[in-house]
């Protein structure tokens, strides 16, 4: 499928681009200022392609809005599994990644729910954030969710992605996609937005088409003002 992002520029500090296999998407994205000063984002994926799941998906958006600006990421996925459990269809669950920066320091929180961990985008090379994965959110009550502290250096893009973007990059000897990611994430611009159209275009060159979402966080480059792109189903990919 061909996409277009809009909005913004290459030096844009953060950038979302998303795409979706059919007019319904069960991918989510948020960002949210914190009181605290940080900036918190949210990247899930509910279970599922159909109706029903974008529904839920946008259910989790605005848990996300409400509980975000207090709520660390350990936090705010553990309420948002305690909701989830009680009260979605017991055959629905989310992945999902958590994460909260601080623009000033580069200072960042990251907690994960059944999803891949980020890649980090350095100066010289890539690698994946070391995080411990909980359980999707909705599958157990009372599931414990843990944070990694780390700080982003200058120069530093935080890359996090959903896994329609990571399945079409498996292989037999990588079978998450997560190698082929973290390659893709090295080649590609040091720029938020570019990087965003790159994986996505590798995503469109690699296999069939999926929802699938990717957020580039560079708090180095905050003296400019913030990118979210919006990529429509149908639309042709910008160079």
């Not at 844009?12 to 948020?30: E, F, K, L, P």
């Not at 600006?69 to 989830?84: Q, W």
């Not at 905050?222 to 919006?230: F, G, K, Q, W």
């Given at each position: 499928?061909?996409?277009?992002?809009?909005?913004?520029?290459?030096?844009?500090?953060?950038?979302?681009?998303?795409?979706?296999?059919?007019?319904?998407?069960?991918?989510?994205?948020?960002?949210?200022?914190?009181?605290?000063?940080?900036?918190?984002?949210?990247?899930?994926?509910?279970?599922?392609?159909?109706?029903?799941?974008?529904?839920?998906?946008?259910?989790?958006?605005?848990?996300?809005?409400?509980?975000?600006?207090?709520?660390?990421?350990?936090?705010?996925?553990?309420?948002?599994?305690?909701?989830?459990?009680?009260?979605?269809?017991?055959?629905?669950?989310?992945s999902a990644?958590?994460?909260?920066?601080?623009?000033?320091?580069?200072?960042?929180?990251?907690?994960?729910?059944?999803?891949?961990?980020?890649?980090?985008?350095?100066?010289?090379?890539?690698?994946?954030?070391?995080?411990?994965?909980?359980?999707?959110?909705?599958?157990?009550?009372?599931?414990?969710?843990?944070?990694?502290?780390?700080?982003?250096?200058?120069?530093?893009?935080?890359?996090?992605?959903?896994?329609?973007?990571?399945?079409?990059?498996?292989?037999?000897?990588?079978?998450?996609?997560?190698?082929?990611?973290?390659?893709?994430?090295?080649?590609?611009?040091?720029e938020p937005v570019?990087?965003?159209?790159?994986?996505?275009?590798?995503?469109?060159?690699?296999?069939?088409?999926?929802?699938?979402?990717?957020?580039?966080?560079?708090?180095?480059?905050?003296?400019?003002?913030?990118?979210?792109?919006?990529?429509?189903?149908?639309?042709?990919?910008?160079?």
């Amino acid at each position: 499928m061909d996409v277009t992002s809009h909005g913004g520029s290459d030096t844009d500090w953060m950038a979302i681009a998303q795409t979706s296999s059919n007019a319904v998407s069960g991918d989510c994205a948020r960002v949210v200022a914190r009181t605290n000063g940080e900036t918190l984002f949210f990247v899930g994926d509910v279970a599922g392609h159909d109706v029903r799941a974008g529904r839920l998906a946008r259910q989790v958006d605005a848990f996300v809005t409400r509980w975000g600006p207090e709520a660390s990421p350990k936090t705010l996925l553990t309420r948002l599994n305690a909701v989830m459990v009680a009260t979605w269809p017991s055959d629905l669950f989310v992945s999902a990644v958590c994460f909260s920066i601080d623009p000033a320091n580069g200072r960042a929180v990251i907690a994960a729910a059944g999803q891949l961990p980020p890649v980090i985008k350095g100066v010289t090379s890539s690698s994946t954030v070391e995080v411990h994965v909980g359980l999707p959110l909705g599958i157990c009550a009372g599931h414990r969710y843990f944070e990694r502290a780390l700080r982003l250096a200058a120069g530093d893009v935080l890359v996090a992605v959903t896994d329609g973007v990571t399945d079409p990059l498996a292989t037999g000897s990588d079978l998450l996609g997560l190698s082929e990611l973290s390659r893709l994430v090295d080649l590609a611009p040091p720029e938020p937005v570019r990087v965003c159209a790159s994986l996505l275009r590798a995503v469109r060159r690699s296999g069939p088409a999926d929802d699938a979402t990717v957020v580039a966080v560079a708090p180095g480059q905050r003296e400019v003002a913030p990118c979210i792109s919006a990529v429509r189903p149908g639309a042709r990919l910008a160079a």
